[in-house]
């Protein structure tokens, strides 16, 4: 069965799916393809710009930056082979190992540089900047009021990084895992232009894979062993065949054929599965919420926005609807991430509010009566925006359902492709829109981050002065100190909440079948959901 493995003082970790073995080298057997099935298709593969799960999966199987999660879930030296501390901890000298791009080039500390700015660069519009906060200039680079070449960061030599910090960053280490913060061979970048991480032939690979097949918009592609690979003697899989597949119902099917490895499951076939020896959840610190959009009338007024997340059952939901792929949440920070310093009890618990987030379909109809006399309003209809799969749809639906119980309120539903909602939510084209946030990192900030008014993932456009303060406290003058750290992000999460800035729904897990031959694929509940860097199937 699976084994869960936790890092310290954190309840964030990694499961190895599939039975213990002993390990076996790659020389005494032969291995075979591992067919995986994904829900979605791959939407870039520019670490610049990438904000997906799913893209982060497959970056981190061609990427290797400083820091790689190991098979337990912890952080561990991957790019580096040492890191030397200033006293004040402010100045990290990283010593690299010898690497290779795929295209023969070496791995230098001029790559992880150039990476590193463009990334920071205003001209990229990278929405995932926001996690170099912290490290020197980095916020002013991004503003546009200093120069890229004055981030905090440095090559000395070819094989010596020095990076260079603002402040204390407790969360560094689990940080630097992301894709985000991998190397980018200029030369390459340069070369292919505006094409870059479109698709395989535009992408350059120094990790434990390349990317073959991939045209940037087909659902059929490979991970196939990359034998320049720093380490790989470990990586044992030849290949990893992806096919995307939307209709829960073909990849059961599929599965079922012996045509696929692992596949998730509808409620349906998850009441089916679950006492069968390949099924396996896939836990995940990770929460499916509505945004509002409050540019939007009337979802500009508080309790609009109250009633219309109160009005959401979401203990039926998880039961009838959900069938064992999520959990009720009473907070948006997700539970399975941390640890409160002051309890020692999942953080989520701790600071999620059951009366704040919560089913009253009275007290959602006084609200929503309330809301419509404040804003002038007798009847309202408001666009539901999300994904088109069969997981998504079902859950729209529901909400629908539930939402409309409202007095003269009509909410329709818009299904789109994973990309095209990653667009309209990100140019802000939209009423409500259901959205999934998987933690990137092991601390709590890495959900109430996204909601300061300055986030790039703030497309609902909340803003809140306490809550700003609340969160700066937690990066500068209580950033030394966990327990004072913590209680300001339970002070934000609070205001969140309250406010009605988003409206959690569920705790997301993923009820799955994988064949009991294939090993090693490592689960993580925070940043890449998968690691196949020590899978195989024999």
Do not use: C
Not at 15 to 22: R, Y
Not at 80 to 97: M, Q
Not at 372 to 392: H, I, M, R, S, W
Request: hydrophobic residues 30%; aromatic residues 10%.
């Amino acid at each position: 069965m699976n084994k869960t493995l936790k890092i310290s003082a954190l309840l964030s970790g990694a499961v190895i799916l599939g039975s213990a073995v002993v390990p076996v080298t790659a020389s005494a057997a032969k291995y075979k393809t591992i067919n995986w099935t994904e829900s979605a298709n791959v939407g870039t593969m520019d670490p610049s710009k990438t904000t997906a799960a799913i893209d982060f999966n497959y970056l981190q199987a061609i990427g290797e930056g400083l820091y790689r999660m190991d098979k337990t879930g912890e952080p561990k030296l991957a790019g580096a082979t040492s890191v030397d501390k200033s006293d004040d901890g402010l100045t990290l000298t990283y010593h690299l190992r010898d690497m290779k791009w795929s295209n023969g080039d070496d791995v230098t500390a001029d790559d992880y540089v150039y990476g590193w700015q463009r990334t920071n660069d205003p001209k990229t519009a990278s929405q995932y900047a926001y996690l170099y906060s912290g490290i020197k200039n980095a916020d002013a680079v991004q503003d546009g009021d200093k120069p890229v070449t004055d981030l905090g960061v440095k090559a000395i030599d070819d094989h010596t990084l020095e990076v260079t910090l603002d402040r204390p960053m407790p969360q560094l280490e689990s940080v630097l895992t992301m894709a985000t913060f991998e190397p980018q061979n200029k030369k390459f970048v340069d070369k292919v232009g505006k094409k870059y991480g479109t698709a395989a032939k535009y992408t350059l690979s120094n990790g434990p894979y390349t990317m073959k097949g991939w045209t940037g918009s087909n659902n059929k592609f490979s991970l196939v062993k990359n034998s320049d690979y720093w380490d790989a003697k470990t990586v044992k899989s030849p290949k990893i065949s992806i096919q995307t597949i939307k209709d829960q119902n073909t990849g059961y099917n599929l599965y079922k054929s012996k045509k696929a490895d692992y596949t998730t499951l509808s409620p349906d076939q998850y009441k089916a599965s679950k006492n069968k020896k390949d099924y396996t959840v896939i836990a995940q610190a990770s929460t499916a919420f509505l945004e509002f959009n409050e540019n939007k009338k009337p979802l500009e007024n508080t309790n609009i926005r109250k009633a219309l997340s109160k009005s959401i059952d979401r203990k039926t939901m998880a039961s009838k609807i959900l069938g064992g792929t999520g959990t009720p949440a009473t907070s948006f920070t997700s539970t399975k991430l941390a640890k409160d310093p002051e309890t020692g009890k999942d953080y989520a618990k701790v600071a999620g509010d059951k009366e704040a987030v919560g089913y009253d379909l009275k007290e959602a109809k006084k609200l929503w009566k309330q809301g419509l006399k404040e804003t002038g309003k007798k009847k309202v209809t408001l666009q539901y925006l999300t994904d088109d799969t069969d997981a998504a749809k079902r859950s729209a639906q529901f909400i629908q359902s539930q939402m409309e119980k409202l007095p003269g309120l009509k909410v329709t539903i818009k299904t789109v492709p994973f990309k095209q909602r990653i667009s309209l939510s990100d140019d802000k084209k939209f009423d409500m829109v259901q959205t999934i946030w998987g933690a990137d990192y092991a601390d709590p900030s890495t959900f109430l981050d996204l909601y300061t008014s300055d986030s790039s993932f703030n497309n609902g456009s909340w803003k809140n002065t306490d809550y700003d303060n609340a969160m700066k406290a937690a990066k500068t003058t209580d950033v030394n100190d966990e327990t004072k750290r913590y209680a300001d992000y339970a002070k934000a999460e609070k205001i969140l909440q309250d406010d009605a800035a988003v409206a959690p729904v569920y705790y997301q897990a993923k009820p799955s079948l994988l064949n009991t031959k294939v090993k090693g694929v490592v689960s993580n509940t925070v940043g890449a959901p998968f690691d196949w860097k020590w899978a195989y199937k024999k």
